[in-house]
């Protein structure tokens, strides 16, 4: 099991920037990739970018562009979101994925509002 801790989230104008940054502790060699997830509310929680130590990353197709995943190592997951806008608005989730079972953060909200 890997406890995830997020943190960056914050208000900001449409066309701003924020950088969202996960930590991780634990298993962390378990860890086959790392993904963040977001949810609107009333809306179902919906992938928005992964990657592999490796390098393999993939994007929702509304965020391609403009959000950038990283990590260092598993220890660290980042998410930098340029050009953000009001449909961005969410609780942000960290997500480890394992063989057999997922670890989650307890989520931190970015609210894009004028």
């Known amino acids: 099991q890997v406890s995830l801790v997020e943190s960056g989230g914050g208000l900001v104008q449409p066309g701003g920037s924020l950088r969202l940054s996960c930590a991780a502790s634990g298993n962390i060699f378990s860890i086959l990739s790392m993904a963040w997830y977001r949810q609107a509310p009333g809306k179902q929680r919906e992938l928005v970018a992964s990657?592999?130590?490796?390098?393999?990353t993939s994007y929702k197709d509304s965020v391609k562009g403009r959000f950038t995943i990283s990590t260092d190592n598993y220890r660290f997951l980042f998410l930098q979101m340029n050009n953000l806008q009001p449909e961005d608005t969410a609780v942000y989730y960290c997500?480890?994925?394992?063989?057999?079972?997922?670890?989650w953060g307890q989520g931190t909200q970015v609210t894009v509002s004028s």
């Open positions: 990657t592999t130590n490796d390098g393999e």
């Open positions: 997500n480890a994925r394992h063989p057999i079972s997922n670890d």
